[in-house]
């Protein structure tokens, strides 16, 4: 955190970002809590975005535009480094002729920095993820009225939006649009909702763990329909945090959640978490490139971590019945 803070430049800032997986390492094998662990590297990453930004960026241009984070980024949930997932507003008004060099530079030194580029191209060097104020609400506003499955995941990952740098209004005023044209709009929200069904529950049917030999997919199972069922209610609750925690202890503040069951999404969250991250490491350690950081091969793990895996599974599928019957999922 030092390092990041003192550092004056992108060579001194990258040298202080290498030594993030060290200190995940290190947390780790201390038994620091997966919660902690992930608002501490969200707090370093965004400082080194947000330094690399103003690095890069004349101060007039920091105040005209807010640079987002988006998916994993955005919520805080991610441990190790993940794919650039970035967009820029621009004030309504503001001139930026070198606007598309200035955003290639940034998606460049990021790179640099250990931010690998977006595989769908979701980043400010694509000019698609830059707009102004004005144009970012008539996206919104298409996004929401075609509800295709790419404008659904576009919603998504705007809901999952976090200022890191620039003018953060920008994205309030945004932000706010979204829950306008979004948060009673019972059709988009069961549209929206419906992802959650996207993929199966790793269970049997007599509710016990699948165990297939290549491991079952946590990510898919188990992150994933948290997460976005957490997401369908803070969009319907227009709760402005983007923490999948945040949102659950808003859900519950709100009266949409009982607190003992927003306590078991949370623990299933960051057991799930964990078996990933585990397994992330792992292949850091070993730099063997064929371990699947979200496959879990159930006979790996001990008898009680079995039985935490099929608890929280079952949590889940339990999630999912609940939203199913909230946003009439079954018709």
């Known amino acids: 955190s030092l390092q990041i803070e003192q550092a004056e430049d992108i060579e001194a800032l990258t040298r202080a970002s290498a030594r993030l997986p060290q200190l995940i390492q290190t947390l780790m094998a201390q038994g620091v809590k997966l919660r902690f662990a ?20 004349p101060e007039e241009r920091q105040s005209q535009s807010c640079l987002l984070v988006m998916g994993s980024e955005g919520r805080g949930e991610q ?27 940034l998606t460049e030194t990021l790179g640099a920095l250990g931010y690998p580029p977006c595989p769908g191209n979701i980043m ?47 994205l309030d005023g945004l932000r706010e649009h979204l829950f306008a044209r979004g948060s009673h709009d019972e059709l988009l929200l069961s549209y929206f909702a419906r992802g959650v069904l996207r993929y199966s529950t790793p269970l049997t049917l007599f509710g016990t763990l699948k165990r297939p030999e290549h491991g079952i997919d946590i990510k898919k199972g188990g992150i994933f329909p948290i997460v976005h069922g957490v ?13 999948t925690f945040a949102r659950l202890d808003a859900l519950v503040d709100d009266g949409r959640l009982d ?22 490491l792992e292949s850091l350690e070993t730099h063997d490139t064929s371990l699947e950081p979200n496959r879990v091969v159930v006979q790996r793990l001990s008898g009680f971590e079995r039985d935490l895996l099929r608890e929280a599974l079952h949590t889940v599928k339990e999630f999912k019945q609940r939203l199913s019957q909230r946003f009439h999922l079954e018709y």
Not at 79 to 105: C, F, H, R, V, Y
């Open 38 to 57: 992930m608002e501490l590297l969200a707090a370093l990453n965004g400082r080194i975005i947000h330094k690399a930004f103003r690095f890069l960026m």
């Open 79 to 105: 441990i190790l480094k993940t794919d650039q997932d970035n967009a820029l507003i621009l004030a309504d008004g503001s001139d930026w002729p070198e606007i598309e060099a200035s955003m290639q530079k």
């Open 124 to 170: 400010v060097s694509n000019p698609q993820w830059v707009a102004s104020e004005s144009a970012w609400r008539g996206k919104i506003a298409r996004w929401a009225s075609s509800r295709d499955p790419d404008a659904l995941m576009n919603l998504a990952i705007m809901l999952d939006a976090h200022a890191i740098a620039g003018n953060a209004g920008l």
């Open 231 to 243: 997401r369908t209610l803070a969009l319907e609750r227009r709760i402005a945090p983007t923490s």
């Open 259 to 280: 607190r003992p069951f927003a306590d078991d999404l949370g623990e299933a969250m960051a057991l799930f978490s964990e078996l990933r991250l585990r397994q992330q």
